[in-house]
Nanobody
Framework: QVQLEESGGGLVQPGGSLRLSCVASGNIFSSYTMNWYRQAPGKQRELVATITQGSQILVAESVRDRFAISRDNSKNTVYLQMNNLKPEDTAVYYC?????????WGQGTQVTVSS
């Protein structure tokens, strides 16, 4: 069983920045591939960024020049740094991992980009 808890969302003006954090339970976090997804109202959930156990990174093309994913295995934490935010980035952002073929999701954190 893996528990994930996101934080760091909020209301930000266009052009602003936020850093999301996701803390995972367990003592083998370093072996997990970690993902950030987002879901905007009326849209399907989409993969935003992935970081593997070896810190290989994949970021969706739509946000590649603005978002960055990183991890701190000593803190069981994965981060999503979001810069130059746009209104279309408004969504609930979810942390996800899938060790042993089982999906685990956090509760999500709301990001709203609006002036």
């Amino acid at each position: 069983q893996v528990q994930l808890e996101e934080s760091g969302g909020g209301l930000v003006q266009p052009g602003g920045s936020l850093r999301l954090s996701c803390v995972a339970s367990g003592n083998i976090f370093s072996s997990y591939t970690m993902n950030w997804y987002r879901q905007a109202p009326g849209k399907q959930r989409e993969l935003v960024a992935t970081i593997t156990q070896g810190s290989q990174i994949l970021v969706a093309e739509s946000v590649r020049d603005r978002f960055a994913i990183s991890r701190d295995n000593s803190k069981n934490t994965v981060y999503l740094q979001m810069n130059n935010l746009k209104p279309e980035d408004t969504a609930v952002y979810y942390c996800h991992t899938k060790p042993y073929l089982t999906d685990y999701w956090g509760q999500g954190t709301q990001v709203t980009v609006s002036s």
